[in-house]
């Protein structure tokens, strides 16, 4: 049975992987040259993918994995504005697709994630998360009455109604929101999206510069945090089986405008905390909810879109951050608990919130790399001395 819990999770899980991205998506889609009616294609392909594979994974595994569109990915192409048409990107798009679904199906992904340290995962989920629960107190700055309000609501209910603190919250941002006049949904209008196909051509170079360079940002910036999300929250997902299905979810879509999809880091971690049902065995239900209002937003494609950008943004972020407080403080207790590994966790969670990408790599892979260095560096004196 479905709790509120499970509706509300799944719905903030939706509404901010959308509002917080579907603006450089549709930069990406932009760059490539894509018309209106493709764009609209993009946003239909990427929510029909994500929402088949989180409600496929949840029933399947019994778990909250769930999956998102490639932001770093879509960054990657919005960076480079006129250099590939449409038909070379989408070839781009499959060679990526299929060097993803062989990493996850020959099994060679999960073989490097099993060598990840618990606390250099911790330590990377808070890096990437902190700087979500720190957009509360930012945006107190420009609506401090709506973020009070929701603020206020959270410490109220967080310990009297845990279940039902984050839809508390929820619903006091958009009725506040409403009655200061902040929100309002007259201008929409429902529209259906139509898919549109663009046949792919291949180009050693674009093949080279943008489907491989797309392969290796959303692996080590997406899939490894995406993992380390479900890991840190007690589950043991089948990493190679589902990072495969990624990967064939891409090549069946990218010519549609799905150009890439892998596991969900800061939206599965809504799902798979507390607040999304107290027994983590009932926590796929969350992911359900969310497949279905990615579906819904792929078929409204570019209505939605318009939906969502009529919520305040600091609502969104507000709303965000709350939902996210407990996992925040989860990775970090684990991510300290061992002696031997804090220095590592410390830098890794440093590196991973400071942002940097250099190489056009994000921050979550330097930050595993440097505290992994520092790791083997420690052990290493130890075993000298």
Request: charged share 5%; proline share 5%; with cysteine.
């Amino acid at each position: 049975m479905l709790k509120a819990s499970h509706l509300t999770a799944g719905l903030i899980a939706v509404v901010v992987g959308f509002t917080s991205s579907v603006a450089i998506v549709l930069q990406a889609a932009a760059a490539v040259g894509a018309t209106p009616a493709q764009q609209n294609s993009w946003l239909l392909a990427l929510g029909l993918g994500m929402g088949f594979t989180c409600i496929g994974f949840a029933l399947r595994y019994r778990q909250p994995i769930l999956t998102a569109w490639s932001t770093s990915g879509a960054a990657l192409i919005a960076t480079n504005p006129g250099q590939f048409d449409m038909s070379t990107a989408v070839g781009a798009f499959l060679f990526s697709a299929a060097l993803i679904l062989l990493a996850g199906w020959t099994g060679f992904f999960e073989r490097a994630m099993n060598r990840l340290p618990v606390a250099l995962g911790a330590a990377m989920l808070a890096g990437i998360l902190l700087q979500f629960s720190l957009g509360v107190f930012t945006s107190f700055n420009t609506q401090p009455l709506l973020v009070g309000a929701m603020l206020l609501t959270w410490v109220l209910s967080f310990k009297r109604w845990p279940r039902y603190s984050v839809p508390l919250v929820l619903a006091a941002g958009v009725s506040f929101s409403y009655s200061a006049g902040l929100l309002s949904v007259e201008a929409v209008e429902l529209t259906l999206a139509m898919p549109v196909w663009t046949s792919p051509s291949f180009d050693f170079k674009a093949l080279i510069s943008l489907g491989l360079p797309l392969f290796i940002v959303t692996m080590a910036s997406q899939n490894i945090p995406g993992v380390a999300v479900l890991k840190t929250s007690g589950y043991e997902p089948p990493v190679s089986t589902v990072v495969g299905w990624t990967g064939l979810t891409s090549l069946l879509l990218a010519p549609f405008g799905g150009y890439c999809f892998n596991l969900a880091a800061i939206t599965a971690a809504i799902c798979a905390g507390e607040d999304a049902d107290p027994d983590p065995k009932q926590r796929y239900k969350a992911v359900i909810v969310a497949g279905v209002f990615y579906l819904l937003c792929g078929l409204l494609g570019a209505t939605i879109v318009t939906l969502f950008a009529l919520f305040p943004q600091e609502l969104i972020l507000s709303i965000a951050g709350i939902a996210l407080f407990g996992t925040v403080a989860n990775s970090l207790a684990i991510a300290t608990q061992n002696p031997h590994t804090r220095e590592a966790a410390l830098l890794t969670f440093l590196v991973t919130f400071s942002g940097i990408s250099p190489l056009g790599v994000g921050a979550p892979f330097w930050g595993l790399l440097l505290g992994g260095l520092v790791l083997i560096c420690t052990r290493t004196s130890k075993t000298a001395h």
